[in-house]
């Protein structure tokens, strides 16, 4: 029997999840080329993109890293009462709410600084917390479902999870930010 350590078994258990998340990417691709107009009339949502998405999935990873190393040791039930299950939730989705609004006001300093801007601080801070709630909430809502997969179907979350997170949740950040620029601006 090949061991799960196997480099043969990490590329077949791998390479069909590597190859679904680039087609996924894609589609991030042409959200944002949809929306080009519309960052390009207001610079500052520019320079929050790439943050959006990366905090996103930083804020995923983050989760997927602590959730797998309570799998592994045994402890995650994933009950809805779970204590570890509930507490990392919360606190990834404090962290979001904490750290996007600063990212929001960063966002408009440094487009300010560099070439003006077009859009008031409370806009740009309003969209960064906006997106950064919502973003944490799916984060939380991917992150624990492709635990959750990856325990059901015998996959080593370690593997699995972070990948499926951080590709989602760069999908995500771009659709969610044009959604909620959609809705404030």
């Keep these: 029997m090949e061991s799960r350590w196997h480099p043969w078994h990490i590329m077949r258990t791998m390479l069909p999840v590597l190859l679904v998340l680039t087609v996924i990417e894609l589609g991030s691709g042409l959200v944002l080329d949809s929306f080009e107009a519309t ?6 949502l520019l320079v929050l993109v790439p943050v959006t998405i990366g905090m996103a999935g930083n ?8 959730l797998s190393t309570v ?25 979001a709410v904490t750290l996007f609004p600063v990212v929001g006001a ?3 300093l440094i487009q300010t600084v560099v070439g003006g801007t077009a859009l008031p601080l409370h806009a740009v801070v309003a969209v960064a917390l906006a997106s950064g709630a919502v973003l944490a909430l ?4 991917v992150t624990l479902t492709a635990t959750y997969a990856a325990y059901r179907f015998g996959l080593d979350p370690d593997d699995v ?14 659709v969610v930010l044009v959604l909620v620029v959609r809705l404030l601006i």
């Design 138 to 141: 799916l984060a939380v809502v």
């Design 59 to 66: 804020l995923g990873s983050i989760l997927a890293a602590r």
């Design 161 to 174: 999870v972070i990948p499926v997170v951080t590709n989602v949740c760069d999908v995500l950040g771009v």
């Design 106 to 108: 960063g966002a408009w």
């Design 39 to 44: 960052l390009l009339r207001y610079p500052s």
């Design 71 to 95: 799998v592994h040791l045994g402890l995650l039930s994933f009950e809805p009462d779970d204590e570890l299950l509930v507490g990392n939730a919360v606190a990834t989705v404090a962290l």
